[in-house]
């Protein structure tokens, strides 16, 4: 089973609709929920490649387990918080797919630079980027994780060898 595959299977234990739509072209993905409805996760069609969707579908259940309110219907929702929701939609999916332990398979599994890793874990170049920069911004320039240390500013990764 591919990462989509088990991304959509979670959706659907978890009782979350996921479907594929036409939205408008700014818009990748779209979590709703109402409280009557089964909740919905809209991607946009115009994705197409594997990676793409699994990215937009991650973030999209990140929304499910971490945000809180109507973003989207809510006018009394200021930009603030609905950055800090997106923030945190796209840190989850982050460790979920990104993981520095995933990061740490991917150096193993011979990844040599970010297209390697990118393809390895099946996301696009432009998330894991954004996963290396939003470690970069939690925890500095890089962590240490068993003999590994990873850095996220230039993105790299070292074994210590003892």
Known sequence: MNK??????????????????ELPESISGLYYDDG?????????ECLKTKSEQTCV??????????????????????????QKQE???????FSRLVSLKNIIKAYEAGCNNLYEMAEYLSVTQDFLEKAFASYNSIYGKYKKRGNYIIYFDPPG??????
Do not use: M
């Open 4 to 21: 989509l595959e088990e991304l959509e299977n979670e959706a659907f234990k978890s009782r979350i609709n996921v479907q594929r739509a």
């Open 36 to 44: 009557t409805n089964q909740p919905l996760i809209a991607l946009n």
């Open 57 to 82: 579908l991650a973030e999209e259940l990140g929304h499910y387990y971490t945000s809180c309110g109507n973003l989207l219907t809510d006018p009394s929702v200021s930009k603030a918080i609905i």
């Open 87 to 93: 923030t945190k939609a796209k840190r989850w999916a």
């Open 157 to 162: 990764i070292f074994k210590n060898i003892k």
